[in-house]
Antibody, heavy 120, light 110 residues
Framework: QVQLQQSGPGLVKPSQTLSLTCSISGDSISNNNAAWNWIRQSPSRGLEWLGRTYYRSKWYNDYAVSVKSRITVNPDTSKNQFSLQLSSVTPEDTAVYYC??????????WGQGTLVTVSS | QSVLTQPPSASGTPGQRVTISCSGSSSNIGRDTVNWYQQLPGTAPKLLIYRNNHRPSGVPDRFSGSKSGTSASLAISGLQSEDEADYYCAAWDGSLNGWVFGGGTKLTVL
């Protein structure tokens, strides 16, 4: 049974960097058939895919155009986890953030969600 | 504005059958499979239907999915009070190179 456990601060100041971590159990971040995603949800934007990292003999990343200049998703193979960094945040980045596993053309396992509020 | 289009609300009485539609384009639903998610208040979305019409283990067979061209549908038969939730469709978009979602449909059991 795959489980994703999220951690990170719930409050970030404007212009600073939002950082979240997703710890994986029951699977390997280096699984050649999986991709590890970050998604956020807010009343104004709904569910929004942000980006992913995945291993296919080497590491790859894909990012949403809307955040491409500000986002980094990194794998940490030593801890079997992956992270999200979103820089220069504004109140528009306030949302519930989820990490998810993508496998076999679906997003099958989700983390518990982290409400991140951008406010001074 | 979500890439996939869903009706904002749907309703039915216990025992009824309801359907929720999801409309996309040739770059997402038209070229790839559709997944459906159920989200209860305060929880993460839960995978309900994958690859258009497959149910993960544990999902009742009252839930079914279908796809035709650039549209998909979720059907819930024998509606129960615990089905009251938000439902989202999702698909991979080959042009955007990322996952896209519907805006969600709030299902009310009257």
């Amino acid at each position: 049974q795959v489980q994703l456990q999220q951690s990170g601060p719930g409050l970030v100041k404007p212009s600073q960097t939002l950082s979240l971590t997703c710890s994986i159990s029951g699977d390997s971040i280096s699984n050649n058939n999986a991709a590890w995603n970050w998604i956020r949800q807010s009343p104004s934007r709904g569910l929004e895919w942000l980006g992913r990292t995945y291993y296919r003999s080497k590491w790859y990343n894909d990012y949403a155009v809307s955040v491409k200049s500000r986002i980094t998703v990194n794998p940490d193979t030593s801890k079997n986890q992956f992270s999200l960094q979103l820089s220069s945040v504004t109140p528009e980045d306030t949302a519930v953030y989820y990490c998810t596993r993508g496998a076999s053309y679906n997003l099958d396992y989700w983390g518990q969600g982290t409400l991140v509020t951008v406010s001074s | 504005q979500s890439v996939l289009t869903q009706p904002p609300s749907a309703s039915g009485t216990p025992g009824q059958r309801v359907t929720i539609s999801c409309s996309g384009s040739s770059s997402n639903i038209g070229r790839d499979t559709v997944n459906w998610y159920q989200q209860l208040p305060g929880t993460a979305p839960k995978l309900l239907i994958y690859r258009n019409n497959h149910r993960p283990s544990g999902v009742p067979d009252r839930f079914s999915g279908s796809k035709s061209g650039t549209s998909a549908s979720l059907a819930i038969s024998g509606l129960q009070s615990e089905d009251e939730a938000d439902y989202y469709c999702a698909a991979w978009d080959g042009s955007l190179n990322g996952w896209v979602f519907g805006g969600g449909t709030k299902l009310t059991v009257l």
